[in-house]
């Protein structure tokens, strides 16, 4: 028998009391959305896709798709495995979009919103229904949740936890929220559901694992959970941030609740997403773009020795002299200056097992040295950089600096380059030529009177 305790309550409308920092968030997202607004998201579309598809094919890849294939059938899209549940279909396609290292970023929330936020709403768009405008609409909603929160935890808690991990559910939520047009006090129980079961240990870039794919996909899982309890009446922590056993007091020791409302008014935090060229951590690529500039001023052979000045986490992460794995190299500053040099902008293959073990690459390596400076650690997050002071054989001194990353909104890519780019990851995964074009075709389309099922009907 059980025992017997309080009688239940009802929770109280979270938007009624002082007004929790996810209710004061949940109130930014009723800003109107333009045309020009989703036609920015398709191209966010486009891009995870293209990560994801060749993603798909990766290891970790392979074996979630193994694992997809033993859930329960239903009416979602999950990339090469078949139609599963809207909640196993996000998490196999949220495990895809991070493997690459390619997928889009915002810089001072330091996370991945496409990976997380795009397989959440196209899974329970698309077994429900969802028009283009809702689905498009649901993705700025989410970028705009997950970035804000991000942007608030702190670099404290980038120390220990990844942010894709612990913001994502988050940013999910707030997604299928809006497909489910959850009213503004189901959508603050939806994100302290969401938030309630947030996690994610940077153990695993320690470690060769698969680990960092189930992170994006677990947390695309959780915040659509989040969403669909919430319209069934299911509650939450409307103070899930801020509470005193809340996300900041346990995670986050230099938290600036400050950004979930800053500039209320301002643009959708979509619009401050990166795309990244290069296939290697975000962390990696401001030396990746300063080594090009380096690349026109002397030769390979030329150089004793190279300085790589950075700011502290990109010198956490990826100074990693001797890397023995993909993982690795896609985590070495010393492997990218070496690719760079040596054959001038990386490729998707500049990071695999044969690059790795090349003589040439491999004698370069322990050249290059990684070193913190004030001018890049006092500009991060706002500005990722890095400088290169080259030393040559002969004496001479060589320096070149980028102040922003290749992709950011100080250094942007155009419209154009992220097209290319994902075409040219469809056709790495074998995608014929027609399949592409149709896919380039009908994301764009989503935002200019395209439908959801004329995309995923095209989804191996």
């Given at each position: 028998m059980?025992?017997?305790?309080?009688?239940?309550?009802?929770?109280p409308?979270?938007?009624?009391?002082?007004?929790?920092?996810t209710a004061q968030?949940?109130?930014l997202?009723?800003?109107p959305?333009?045309?020009?607004d989703?036609?920015?998201?398709?191209?966010?579309?486009?891009?995870?896709?293209?990560c994801?598809?060749?993603g798909?094919?990766?290891?970790?890849?392979?074996a979630?798709?193994?694992?997809g294939?033993?859930?329960?059938?239903?009416?979602?899209h999950?990339?090469g495995?078949?139609?599963?549940?809207?909640?196993s279909a996000a998490l196999?396609?949220?495990?895809?979009?991070?493997?690459?290292e390619?997928?889009?970023?915002h810089?001072t929330s330091?996370?991945?919103p496409?990976?997380v936020?795009?397989p959440?709403?196209?899974?329970?768009g698309e077994a429900h229904g969802?028009t283009?405008?809702d689905?498009?609409d649901?993705?700025?909603?989410?970028?705009?949740?997950v970035?804000?929160?991000?942007?608030?935890?702190?670099?404290?808690h980038?120390?220990?936890?990844h942010?894709?991990?612990?913001?994502?559910?988050?940013?999910a939520a707030?997604?299928v929220?809006?497909?489910?047009r959850l009213t503004?006090?189901q959508m603050?129980h939806a994100?302290?559901?969401?938030?309630?079961?947030t996690?994610g240990?940077?153990?695993?870039?320690?470690?060769?694992?698969?680990?960092k794919?189930f992170?994006?996909g677990h947390?695309?899982?959780?915040?659509?959970?989040a969403?669909?309890?919430a319209?069934?009446?299911?509650?939450g922590?409307a103070?899930?941030?801020?509470?005193?056993?809340?996300?900041?007091?346990?995670?986050?020791r230099?938290?600036?609740?400050a950004?979930i409302?800053?500039?209320?008014a301002g643009p959708?935090?979509?619009?401050?997403?990166s795309?990244?060229p290069w296939?290697?951590?975000r962390?990696?690529h401001?030396?990746i773009?300063?080594?090009l500039?380096?690349r026109d001023?002397?030769?390979p052979?030329e150089?004793?020795s190279v300085?790589?000045?950075?700011?502290?986490d990109?010198?956490s992460?990826?100074d990693?002299?001797?890397?023995?794995?993909?993982?690795d190299?896609?985590?070495s500053l010393?492997?990218?200056?070496?690719?760079v040099?040596?054959d001038?902008?990386?490729v998707?293959?500049s990071?695999?097992?044969p690059?790795i073990?090349r003589p040439?690459?491999a004698?370069f390596?322990?050249?290059v040295?990684v070193?913190?400076t004030d001018r890049?650690?006092h500009?991060?997050?706002?500005?990722y950089g890095?400088g290169l002071?080259a030393e040559?054989?002969?004496?001479r001194?060589?320096?070149?600096?980028v102040?922003d990353a290749l992709?950011?909104?100080?250094?942007?890519?155009d419209?154009a380059?992220v097209?290319a780019?994902?075409?040219q990851?469809?056709e790495?995964?074998?995608?014929?030529?027609?399949?592409?074009?149709?896919?380039v075709?009908?994301?764009r389309?989503?935002a200019?009177?395209?439908?959801?099922a004329?995309?995923t009907?095209l989804?191996p």
């Amino acid at each position: 028998m059980l025992p017997s305790g309080p009688p239940f309550r009802a929770y109280p409308d979270p938007m009624t009391a002082a007004p929790s920092l996810t209710a004061q968030l949940v109130a930014l997202l009723a800003r109107p959305i333009t045309p020009a607004d989703r036609d920015r998201a398709t191209l966010h579309v486009l891009d995870w896709l293209g990560c994801a598809l060749l993603g798909a094919k990766a290891a970790p890849g392979v074996a979630m798709q193994a694992y997809g294939r033993t859930l329960a059938a239903g009416g979602s899209h999950a990339i090469g495995t078949g139609r599963l549940q809207p909640e196993s279909a996000a998490l196999v396609n949220g495990s895809f979009g991070n493997v690459l290292e390619m997928d889009d970023i915002h810089r001072t929330s330091i996370l991945h919103p496409g990976p997380v936020v795009i397989p959440a709403a196209l899974a329970h768009g698309e077994a429900h229904g969802a028009t283009a405008a809702d689905f498009l609409d649901a993705l700025i909603r989410g970028y705009e949740v997950v970035i804000r929160i991000g942007s608030s935890v702190g670099l404290g808690h980038y120390k220990y936890f990844h942010n894709t991990a612990t913001c994502g559910p988050f940013g999910a939520a707030a997604a299928v929220g809006s497909l489910l047009r959850l009213t503004p006090a189901q959508m603050v129980h939806a994100l302290g559901n969401a938030g309630t079961v947030t996690g994610g240990l940077w153990q695993v870039r320690l470690e060769n694992a698969m680990s960092k794919q189930f992170h994006t996909g677990h947390a695309a899982r959780a915040g659509l959970v989040a969403a669909d309890m919430a319209k069934h009446g299911f509650t939450g922590p409307a103070q899930i941030l801020e509470g005193p056993l809340g996300m900041y007091a346990a995670m986050c020791r230099d938290a600036k609740p400050a950004e979930i409302t800053a500039d209320p008014a301002g643009p959708w935090k979509v619009y401050d997403t990166s795309f990244k060229p290069w296939a290697a951590c975000r962390h990696s690529h401001a030396t990746i773009d300063a080594a090009l500039l380096l690349r026109d001023k002397v030769k390979p052979a030329e150089v004793k020795s190279v300085t790589v000045n950075t700011y502290g986490d990109a010198k956490s992460f990826c100074d990693r002299p001797d890397p023995k794995t993909v993982v690795d190299a896609k985590f070495s500053l010393q492997h990218a200056v070496a690719v760079v040099l040596q054959d001038g902008p990386p490729v998707l293959e500049s990071f695999e097992l044969p690059a790795i073990v090349r003589p040439d690459l491999a004698a370069f390596r322990p050249k290059v040295t990684v070193a913190v400076t004030d001018r890049f650690n006092h500009a991060y997050p706002q500005h990722y950089g890095a400088g290169l002071m080259a030393e040559t054989l002969d004496g001479r001194k060589i320096e070149v600096s980028v102040s922003d990353a290749l992709g950011d909104p100080g250094n942007p890519v155009d419209d154009a380059r992220v097209i290319a780019k994902a075409r040219q990851l469809m056709e790495a995964a074998g995608l014929p030529a027609a399949r592409i074009d149709s896919i380039v075709q009908k994301t764009r389309a989503l935002a200019d009177g395209g439908t959801l099922a004329a995309l995923t009907a095209l989804l191996p």
